[in-house]
């Protein structure tokens, strides 16, 4: 496949692998920007109409970034701390015992207590013991025996998440409904709904009026779904989650963890604020440790054998498994700079299967791009293949507009 932009992209669309795709990609000033709507979303009816920068995706586990920020505001605010026992304000998640197998018939879990109390900074860097259970075969066992959903129910983050914890909370490092824990414990000590805050402290600052949590029922976003087709009829996501909706249709109440629907244009929004530290979200000094290393040295440990394992090239989000890498407040954290790409400290992680965003503070940029797969043959290798080449390509794209600049100076 090629590797620029343009060229991979309305490759994949002539082809059918994908309908189309947003890239959204900015510099902290503004002054570099790349904006793309490539290809067509299908509307309901069938019809074919070009893809909009305002086309509203759902950004699953993006929403994490978003999370991260709302919970953090919580802590500048002295509701929270990262480092605190969160047992008086989730019993319910302090509470949790660790599962360490079943016993020989198969049908008594194995608990322990746990040995140290569950933290903030746990739930926001993934290190709190807690695991989504198709990644545990101990969770998923579990919740195939205790905890299956009724037909069509829906479920809030603690029926949904009522399992065991994986591991003793600090100790190690799996990818977790953390944040969709952080962001309930936030509506407890605020009042309000995770929309509620988010839009109040988070949109309004930075002007973004298009973003609503799963079930979209606001009919100005709907009419511009990108995950609302025949494809998809009731709006779930399927493309972006590889065919499974289950997440969206079996959720009660806002995920901080998957949840929201936005545009690009309005996510890149929240990306430059960050790149910026502009102050509009958060202090300059809460950023600044937001692109620090937050893990314990056993969980770096238990991070390390997850990049390294089976599920590893996920949790890399494209970064090479030999660059050395740990956990930020938000994604993952690139702890050495790779030439001619990300520098050092870039904060990066995904959405689903098919969506990706950076915040690289070393080289002033940050980026998404958000590719939206044809179904009903999602192609693992070719949206692997496109994520990574907008990763890539944006890098020599503003190459070639600073050389570009500096030319300009130079004759003017």
Not at 194 to 203: A, D, F, P
Not at 258 to 264: A, N
């Amino acid at each position: 496949m090629a590797d620029d932009i343009e060229t991979s992209f309305h490759k994949a669309i002539d082809d059918g692998k994908i309908n189309g795709a947003v890239i959204c990609a900015t510099d902290a000033a503004g002054h570099f920007v790349y904006d793309k709507a490539l290809g067509k979303r299908i509307l309901l009816s069938g019809e074919k109409i070009p893809q909009q920068l305002d086309d509203v995706l759902w950004l699953a586990s993006a929403t994490k970034l978003i999370a991260t920020v709302a919970v953090l505001q919580c802590v500048e605010d002295g509701l929270l701390t990262l480092n605190g026992d969160l047992s008086s304000l989730a019993p319910d998640l302090a509470s949790k015992h660790v599962i360490t197998g079943f016993s020989d018939d198969g049908e008594t879990p194995l608990l322990e207590p746990p040995a140290h109390p569950i933290t903030l900074e746990m739930l926001l860097t993934h290190s709190s013991g807690m695991a989504y259970d198709f990644m545990n075969p101990h969770l998923g066992k579990w919740n195939q025996k205790f905890n299956q959903p009724e037909e069509n129910a829906r479920r809030g983050v603690e029926e949904a998440f009522s399992y065991p914890l994986a591991f003793q909370p600090g100790t190690s490092w799996m990818y977790s409904p953390g944040l969709d824990w952080a962001s309930r414990i936030l509506e407890r000590v605020t009042g309000r709904t995770l929309g509620e805050h988010m839009q109040q402290r988070i949109c309004n600052p930075l002007g973004i009026t298009d973003a609503q949590f799963a079930p979209v029922t606001r009919e100005d976003l709907r009419t511009r779904m990108v995950d609302l087709n025949p494809q998809d009829p009731e709006g779930l996501g399927l493309a972006v989650a590889g065919g499974n909706g289950d997440m969206n249709k079996r959720s009660k109440g806002d995920f901080g963890g998957h949840g929201l629907f936005m545009t690009g244009a309005d996510y890149v929004k929240v990306l430059r604020s960050l790149l910026a530290n502009d102050g509009k979200l958060l202090k300059p000094s809460t950023v600044d440790d937001m692109f620090q290393h937050h893990l314990s040295p056993e969980a770096s440990a238990g991070q390390q054998d997850a990049l390294a394992g089976p599920m590893g090239g996920f949790f890399r989000v494209g970064v090479d498994p030999e660059t050395k890498m740990g956990h930020g407040l938000g994604g993952l954290l690139t702890l050495q700079s790779v030439d001619g790409w990300y520098g050092e400290r870039t904060l990066t992680w995904g959405g689903g299967l098919s969506f990706a965003w950076f915040i690289d503070r070393e080289n002033d940029l940050c980026g998404l791009g958000a590719v939206q797969p044809a179904l009903p043959d999602f192609d693992h290798e070719v949206v692997n293949e496109l994520k990574q080449t907008f990763r890539r390509d944006i890098y020599r794209k503003r190459a070639a507009w600073m050389e570009q600049q500096q030319q300009q100076q130079q004759t003017s």
